[in-house]
């Protein structure tokens, strides 16, 4: 069990101005349960997900990783300990390659296994493997890329930041496939996904609404998705874009 | 043919090999020749009026490879060496060189290697030169290059230059002229570390039509150490060239890049990109976020950045 306790995040805004971006979050995160984090751009959803990988420091609280307090351990010390993060905007490297990057996530990986974790994700093995993780991919790609190396890892608290930005809708209905078959129900494993989308907020076991850095609601998906549902049609329709304005 | 473990260590570090290979080979070793040999298609004899070689490869050779590394194991010792490669028409070959320096003592020990590369027409060849140096004395280990390459209509040449570790001071000079639809990729690859310093002036001319090349650069400054790379594109008719430098620096590195183009013709696409930058902190952590320890993810980085 993954817990957070009074969680307190400051940053230095863009003008200057400190910015308290996390205000007070506890939250329980239990083995073999789905976690569904959503709400509008800027409520701090990445946030979270920072802190408890260690990105982020919080200025206050406590975070507890299976009754162990890991809020001093650092970000590989913490992904040593079985939590893995697809990161929302991965980034680039320069003579790494898919494989190696695959590689690096779960170093005792076989082949099978690595060529796997890319076909789940809609990449062909045979075209991506000897491939830079550079700039000759696009976003979208990167993105896969990222989530495979969640998938490859087997970590036992798993964080995907959005993975339905940049993944068509085909590959993302059977990346739910994946996460459903993976990982729900897993009494080992916690997972924990940032998420816009209508279907993975359905599958989940608990949706986390965030807003301004506060929880506005959680619960149950039949309880949260009657007070969400509007926004995030609408925002599926890109009716909107930006701001969705909650009355919880 | 008589090899101790060093030299073994150093061949290994500069071209790979763990015995002498079966084809072609010229194995120097402080100024003198301890492995030679020919094959069918590719002769390597000694040059008569200097130290040196001449390896001249047969029309229409195709996927042969011919080894010339240098090592240089005498403390003090400076060698100069001067190479001349013909690749014969229509053939396909590399050409494995490379310099390795072991110096214990507190003089310096130096290689100087100029090379003279005619790539005949239609041919292709791979020529991929590793510098390393390693030993705890004070005394400077040296290297410095020089290359004037000739790529001849509508031959392709590729230079792969590294260099790996532990050269204290090297200037490397490299000339290169393309003929018409000629084309030259050069690839380097340089780390420099402690006080160590490296100079890289690269000059390519494209003189006939329809010629291409490439200058893709990329080195890691650390500790004190300082660089400078030139490297300039001439274009003097209807050719494409593009220079691409890129630069990690840290500690407290310099590291001065000067990319030049020069378009003496209308239809001369000639294009160039420089970045110096330290490791992105995004690279790190995202590395760490895999299980790395930091000095692992640097190292990561560092390692893909000069493959």
């Given at each position: 069990?993954?817990?957070?306790?009074?969680?307190?995040?400051?940053?230095?805004?863009?003008?200057?101005?400190?910015?308290?971006?996390?205000?007070?979050?506890?939250i329980?995160?239990?083995?073999?349960?789905?976690?569904?984090?959503?709400?509008?751009?800027?409520?701090?959803?990445?946030?979270?997900?920072?802190?408890?990988?260690?990105?982020?420091?919080?200025?206050?609280?406590?975070?507890?990783?299976?009754?162990?307090?890991?809020?001093?351990?650092?970000?590989?010390?913490?992904?040593r300990?079985?939590?893995?993060?697809?990161?929302?905007?991965?980034?680039?490297?320069?003579?790494?390659?898919?494989?190696?990057?695959?590689?690096?996530?779960?170093?005792?990986?076989?082949?099978?296994?690595?060529?796997?974790?890319?076909?789940?994700?809609?990449?062909?093995?045979?075209?991506?493997?000897?491939?830079?993780?550079?700039?000759?991919l696009?976003?979208?790609?990167?993105?896969?890329?990222?989530?495979?190396?969640?998938?490859a890892?087997?970590?036992?608290?798993?964080?995907?930041?959005?993975?339905?930005?940049?993944v068509?809708?085909?590959?993302?209905?059977?990346?739910?496939?994946?996460?459903?078959?993976?990982?729900?129900?897993?009494?080992?494993?916690?997972?924990?996904?940032?998420?816009?989308?209508?279907?993975?907020?359905e599958?989940?076991?608990?949706?986390?609404?965030?807003?301004?850095?506060?929880?506005?609601?959680?619960?149950?998906?039949?309880?949260?998705?009657?007070?969400?549902k509007?926004?995030?049609?609408?925002?599926?329709?890109?009716?909107?874009?930006?701001?969705?304005?909650?009355?919880? | 043919?008589?090899?101790?473990?060093?030299?073994?260590?150093?061949?290994?570090?500069?071209?790979?090999?763990?015995?002498?290979?079966?084809?072609?080979?010229?194995?120097?070793?402080?100024?003198?020749?301890?492995?030679?040999?020919?094959?069918?298609?590719?002769?390597?004899?000694?040059?008569?009026?200097?130290?040196?070689?001449?390896?001249?490869?047969k029309?229409?050779?195709?996927?042969?490879?011919?080894?010339?590394?240098?090592?240089?194991?005498?403390?003090?010792?400076?060698?100069?060496?001067?190479?001349?490669?013909?690749?014969?028409?229509?053939?396909?070959?590399?050409?494995?060189?490379?310099?390795?320096?072991?110096?214990?003592?507190?003089?310096?020990?130096?290689?100087?290697?100029?090379?003279?590369?005619?790539?005949?027409?239609?041919?292709?060849?791979?020529?991929?030169?590793?510098?390393?140096?390693?030993?705890?004395?004070?005394?400077?280990?040296?290297?410095?290059?020089?290359?004037v390459?000739?790529?001849?209509?509508?031959?392709?040449?590729?230079?792969?230059?590294?260099?790996?570790?532990?050269?204290?001071?090297?200037?490397?000079?490299?000339?290169?002229y393309?003929?018409?639809?000629?084309?030259?990729?050069?690839?380097?690859?340089?780390?420099?570390?402690?006080?160590?310093?490296?100079?890289?002036?690269?000059?390519?001319?494209?003189?006939?039509?329809?010629?291409?090349?490439?200058?893709l650069?990329?080195?890691?400054?650390?500790?004190?150490?300082t660089?400078?790379?030139?490297?300039?594109?001439?274009?003097?008719?209807?050719?494409?060239?593009?220079?691409?430098?890129?630069?990690?620096?840290?500690?407290?590195?310099?590291?001065?890049?000067?990319?030049?183009?020069?378009?003496?013709?209308?239809?001369?696409?000639?294009?160039?990109?420089?970045?110096?930058?330290?490791?992105?902190?995004?690279?790190?952590?995202?590395?760490?976020?895999?299980?790395?320890?930091?000095?692992?993810?640097?190292?990561?980085?560092?390692?893909?950045?000069?493959?």
């Amino acid at each position: 069990m993954l817990r957070l306790k009074n969680i307190f995040v400051t940053v230095n805004g863009s003008n200057g101005v400190d910015r308290e971006i996390l205000r007070d979050i506890s939250i329980e995160f239990k083995s073999g349960r789905l976690y569904a984090i959503t709400g509008p751009n800027g409520g701090g959803k990445t946030s979270i997900a920072k802190v408890i990988m260690g990105i982020y420091k919080p200025n206050r609280g406590e975070i507890y990783l299976n009754g162990e307090e890991i809020s001093n351990l650092n970000v590989c010390e913490r992904a040593r300990r079985g939590i893995s993060y697809a990161f929302q905007h991965p980034p680039r490297f320069k003579g790494i390659t898919v494989g190696d990057l695959i590689q690096i996530a779960s170093p005792d990986i076989d082949s099978f296994n690595l060529r796997a974790a890319l076909r789940n994700v809609g990449l062909c093995p045979e075209d991506y493997l000897e491939r830079d993780v550079g700039p000759g991919l696009s976003g979208g790609e990167i993105k896969r890329i990222e989530i495979a190396q969640v998938l490859a890892r087997n970590a036992r608290i798993s964080i995907l930041d959005e993975p339905e930005a940049g993944v068509d809708l085909w590959t993302m209905q059977k990346l739910i496939g994946i996460i459903v078959e993976k990982y729900k129900n897993n009494p080992d494993i916690t997972t924990i996904i940032i998420t816009h989308n209508q279907r993975v907020l359905e599958i989940s076991d608990e949706i986390i609404v965030l807003e301004d850095g506060v929880i506005k609601a959680s619960g149950a998906p039949h309880k949260i998705w009657p007070l969400i549902k509007d926004d995030i049609e609408c925002k599926m329709k890109e009716q909107c874009r930006g701001e969705m304005a909650y009355e919880l | 043919m008589n090899f101790n473990q060093l030299d073994m260590q150093l061949l290994n570090a500069v071209s790979d090999l763990r015995a002498v290979p079966a084809g072609p080979v010229n194995i120097r070793r402080n100024g003198e020749v301890i492995a030679r040999n020919s094959s069918s298609n590719i002769t390597v004899r000694s040059k008569e009026d200097k130290p040196g070689l001449v390896v001249e490869v047969k029309p229409g050779t195709a996927n042969e490879t011919v080894h010339v590394p240098v090592i240089l194991t005498k403390a003090g010792f400076k060698d100069v060496v001067y190479n001349t490669f013909v690749i014969g028409e229509n053939s396909d070959v590399s050409i494995i060189a490379g310099c390795g320096i072991h110096n214990d003592s507190h003089v310096d020990s130096g290689h100087e290697g100029i090379h003279e590369i005619i790539v005949k027409k239609g041919a292709r060849v791979r020529y991929i030169e590793k510098h390393y140096g390693q030993g705890e004395g004070t005394g400077k280990r040296i290297l410095n290059p020089s290359t004037v390459i000739t790529v001849e209509n509508g031959g392709s040449a590729e230079l792969e230059m590294y260099q790996i570790k532990g050269v204290d001071d090297t200037f490397r000079s490299t000339t290169a002229y393309i003929q018409e639809a000629g084309n030259l990729k050069i690839v380097e690859r340089l780390l420099t570390h402690g006080r160590q310093s490296a100079e890289s002036d690269i000059k390519i001319y494209i003189e006939g039509k329809g010629g291409s090349a490439q200058i893709l650069s990329r080195s890691v400054a650390k500790g004190t150490s300082t660089q400078i790379f030139r490297a300039s594109l001439v274009g003097k008719t209807r050719c494409i060239g593009h220079v691409e430098c890129d630069s990690i620096i840290m500690e407290d590195a310099r590291i001065k890049s000067t990319p030049e183009l020069v378009a003496e013709d209308s239809e001369a696409v000639l294009t160039h990109e420089a970045a110096i930058g330290k490791i992105a902190g995004e690279q790190l952590i995202k590395l760490m976020s895999l299980g790395l320890t930091e000095r692992e993810a640097i190292d990561t980085i560092l390692e893909g950045f000069l493959r």
